[in-house]
């Protein structure tokens, strides 16, 4: 029964996110791994606030808001090269999250 890989990268960095997803897809590429995406979700603000004291009853700053960039990827079967991409070291700014599902065949 083959395997499912669902790799979800997200950073604020979308520059190194392009980066690293370009990588893996050339990657999938050279060795002839089916690889669907990746596909691009849509973009998330977050918003922080800012305190100026630790107390509750402290003032606040401005909020800080940055966004987030998430790609995923989804490889069938390949479970070598999966395994390989996701123990790989990526840079700080990037997290990665890796969901595995086994496919059953019908019948």
Sequence with gaps: MPFVT???LQSGDRETLERVVTDIK???ERKGVELRGPNPE??????VPQYDRLDPDGGRFESWTYAVYVRSI???GHDDFARDVAGDDYPSSIHLTVDVEQ???PG
């Design 103 to 105: 496919v059953n065949n």
């Design 74 to 76: 989804v490889i069938v």
């Design 26 to 28: 050339e990657r999938a």
């Design 42 to 47: 849509p973009q998330r603000d977050v918003t």
């Design 6 to 8: 669902r790799l979800t």
